[in-house]
């Protein structure tokens, strides 16, 4: 059974900064892409930043300059540093997995999600 759990989100000051870590457990066969996701309110889930298939690193223009995503070499971590926070960058910040496990005698393509941790950015 693979998890991701999210955690770090908060409250912050407009210009502040915040990092949300994503821890991963079970187990996977094979990783393609591992990213971040947020959902503010209102408003559709939209990709903020992700590790392609080949750990090239995109990112949505809203965050470029400001967010910067990592992980572990073991990819059982990833980051997301969030800084000069705005408050539209407010939404539930989820984390996301795309690979293959095993099912039966063969592999499967899954994606995997987070429960989702709050970034509320006010003053």
């Known amino acids: 059974q693979v998890q991701l759990v999210e955690s770090g989100g908060g409250l912050v000051q407009p210009g502040g900064s915040l990092r949300l870590s994503c821890a991963v457990s079970?187990?996977?066969?094979?990783?393609?892409?591992m990213g971040w996701y947020r959902q503010p309110p209102e408003k559709q889930r939209e990709s903020v930043a992700e590790?392609?298939?080949?750990?090239?690193?995109n990112y949505a223009d809203s965050v470029k300059g400001r967010f910067t995503i990592s992980r572990d070499n073991a990819k059982s971590t990833m980051w997301l540093q969030m800084n000069s926070l705005k408050p539209e960058d407010t939404a539930v910040y989820y984390c996301?997995?795309?690979?293959?496990?095993?099912?039966?005698?063969?592999?499967?393509?899954?994606?995997?999600w987070g429960q989702g941790t709050q970034v509320t950015v006010s003053s």
């Open positions: 079970g187990s996977i066969f094979s990783i393609y892409t």
């Open positions: 590790f392609t298939s080949s750990g090239n690193t």
């Open positions: 996301n997995l795309r690979g293959s496990v095993k099912v039966g005698d063969g592999l499967r393509l899954r994606d995997y």
